[in-house]
Nanobody
């Protein structure tokens, strides 16, 4: 069983930055892939960024490339999402997720565990 707890959401003006954190339980964190997804009201949950096991390259949705950076700290069992140059269309509830495989997936169904989500609101 893996538990994920997100934090770091909030209200920010367009052009600003936020850093989301996702703390994971369990000693298998280093070998699991982690993903960030978001869901806006009335829309489906969508992939934002993912990072595989140590040494693998992260991947991003086209809409956030160059603005968001995903990273992980194995010692702290934590994955981060640094969000820069935020836009109003980035407003969503952001979720982190983990999967037992070491490679990421862009599919919601590809993950085994989910956090409760954290709200990010970007004002214009």
């Amino acid at each position: 069983q893996v538990q994920l707890v997100e934090s770091g959401g909030g209200l920010v003006q367009a052009g600003g930055s936020l850093r989301l954190s996702c703390a994971a339980s369990g000693r298998t964190f280093a070998v699991t892939a982690m993903g960030w997804f978001r869901q806006a009201p009335g829309k489906e949950r969508e992939f934002v960024a993912g990072i595989g096991r140590i040494g693998s390259s992260p991947n991003y949705a086209d809409s956030v490339k160059g603005r968001f950076t995903v990273s992980r700290d194995t010692a702290k069992n934590t994955v981060y999402l640094q969000m820069n140059s935020l836009k109003p269309e980035d407003t969503s509830v952001y979720y982190c997720a983990s999967r037992w495989l070491g490679t990421t997936s862009t599919l919601v169904g590809g993950y085994d565990y989910w956090g409760q989500g954290t709200q990010v609101t970007v004002s214009s």
